[in-house]
């Protein structure tokens, strides 16, 4: 037999150097997000975040009460092309345009309007222009005294 090689074989060090700099991201934004956390004494979160994002890949983006990014996850950049740098001080809706649902985008406002959790599927925009849909679940966090201080939105291509 003639084997041909047209690249090197999948060796472990591979997986183990793809896993480790996965564990360090991950490590990263969620030290990150506890220093969030502690800063505006979130009295409590939802513990699903943990797992959305290690288990579930999916990408996690805070805002403040007013809806400015304060944080999002390194992994916002393989759903959307956007880098995490990119998109802090910006609002959620930079990455909606003409597509984007308007009953979508009222179920949105009127949630958080409300102070309530929410979950919907709209048409979002990469930095490139093309589309997706966006899974989110967006909910809002109070902090010891009861009042709003950050919202927290986790979100999946689908």
Not at 1 to 10: N, T, V
Not at 34 to 50: D, L, P
Request: proline share 4%; aromatic share 10%; hydrophobic share 40%.
């Amino acid at each position: 037999m003639d084997y041909k090689m047209a690249s090197h074989p999948l060796l472990c060090w591979d997986i183990v150097l793809e896993g480790m700099v996965r564990r360090k991201q991950v490590k990263k934004d969620l030290e990150a997000i506890q220093q969030i956390m502690q800063k505006n004494q979130w009295r409590e979160v939802r513990a699903a975040f943990h797992e959305a994002l290690i288990w579930e890949d999916k990408t996690i983006i805070v805002t403040d009460n007013r809806l400015n990014i304060v944080y999002a996850t390194e992994n916002l950049h393989a759903m959307n092309g956007y880098w995490p740098a990119e998109v802090i001080g910006q609002y959620p809706t930079m990455f909606q345009g003409p597509a984007t649902s308007v009953d979508a985008r009222k179920t949105i406002k009127m949630a958080i309007d409300a102070l309530q959790p929410f979950e919907t599927k709209l048409i979002n925009y990469r930095k490139n222009g093309s589309l997706y849909t966006c899974h989110i679940e967006g909910f809002p966090i109070f902090n010891q005294e009861g009042v709003p201080v950050n919202f927290m939105a986790i979100e999946k291509a689908a």
